[in-house]
């Protein structure tokens, strides 16, 4: 129970490190504005405030730890779609797919950011979705207001088929072919909350993407718990997919449940049914584990495929 306590809160954190992590990206923007202009804390508070200024000391006080602060700076930025961490890059699945279907190669940069990501689901499965993805701390929010606005007025549960994630997919892939990779701010919710923040915080304007992040928002709200993360979002399924094999997984002690109790596959904002194995799409956001009366559940190595289910998988 304290584990599943731990998870949660280490999954806040760590989206909420993102959040401040696009936000600090959408500030280098003026730094870099700042610095190719000015070179010179005066200057820029002569020019844009005093405010204006302390950013600029302080970014410039951070990168001239490890180097020229210009060039260092140069080695982060990006948004969701595409980021740089130090040099590091971090590349979206979906988006290394629509840049491969349009320009039919990848830069080598973006073509070694897929490893990071790429190796996180083989490890743990669908943890992007607990631990980094920055839109699902707000249907995370979201889901609390909706449970508490459930107690005084009917709220549906709905459902939609696995299929319909690949649908949309596919359909952005062949849509990016005529329109480009901007429509995937109507189909990714990290990607529509990234282009918020960077065109609120680089440019003080409100970007189109914010309508997509209302309807990703009210879809949440009334048509289930964490609906969008489920059935809508791409980069979920295909990480969900890719990661269902999991070197670790959520781990089921059969002789201590009981076997009246639903608790696990009730509270599960992805629907997995940890109850009877079936923990495909498990993010281990540690939910489950925080309400399971016997503490039957745990995280660990993944269990060998059974003979009926190797049977099962073949078939």
Not at 65 to 90: C, L, V
Not at 301 to 310: E, G, I
């Amino acid at each position: 129970m304290r584990s599943g306590r731990t998870l949660l809160v280490v999954s806040i954190i760590t989206r909420a490190g993102v959040v401040l992590l696009l936000c600090f990206l959408a500030l280098l923007t003026n730094y870099h504005n700042l610095k190719q202009a000015y070179n010179n804390p005066r200057l820029v508070e002569l020019s844009e405030g005093r405010p204006m200024r302390v950013f600029y000391e302080k970014t410039d006080a951070l990168f001239s730890a490890f180097g020229d602060p210009a060039e260092e700076a140069q080695k982060n930025g990006g948004m969701t779609w595409s980021i740089r961490i130090g040099g590091i890059p971090f590349t979206d699945p979906v988006a290394a797919l629509s840049v491969l279907v349009k320009s039919h190669r990848w830069e080598l940069g973006f073509g070694l950011g897929l490893i990071i990501p790429l190796s996180l689901a083989l490890l743990f499965g669908r943890v992007f979705c607990a631990y980094v993805c920055p839109a699902s701390l707000l249907f995370f929010t979201i889901s609390r207001i909706r449970r508490l606005v459930a107690k005084f007025f009917w709220l549906p549960e709905c459902s939609l088929h696995r299929g319909f994630c690949w649908g949309i997919l596919a359909g952005g892939l062949i849509t990016a072919l005529w329109i480009g990779h901007g429509v995937w701010t109507l189909a990714l919710p990290y990607f529509a909350l990234g282009q918020t923040l960077f065109h609120g915080i680089a440019y003080g304007g409100i970007s189109f993407s914010l309508g997509s992040l209302v309807v990703f928002g009210l879809l949440d709200l009334m048509m289930g718990r964490q609906f969008t993360c489920r059935y809508v979002c791409p980069t979920g399924r295909l990480l969900g997919a890719i990661g269902s094999r999991s070197v670790f997984a959520l781990r089921h002690q059969a002789g201590d449940c009981v076997d009246t109790c639903t608790s696990c596959i009730d509270v599960c904002p992805m629907k997995v049914q940890p109850k009877f194995d079936e923990t495909r799409d498990c993010s281990m956001c540690g939910e489950c584990l925080t309400i399971c009366p016997t503490r039957c559940l745990s995280i660990g190595l993944r269990k060998p495929l059974s003979k009926v289910d190797s049977i099962s998988c073949h078939e």
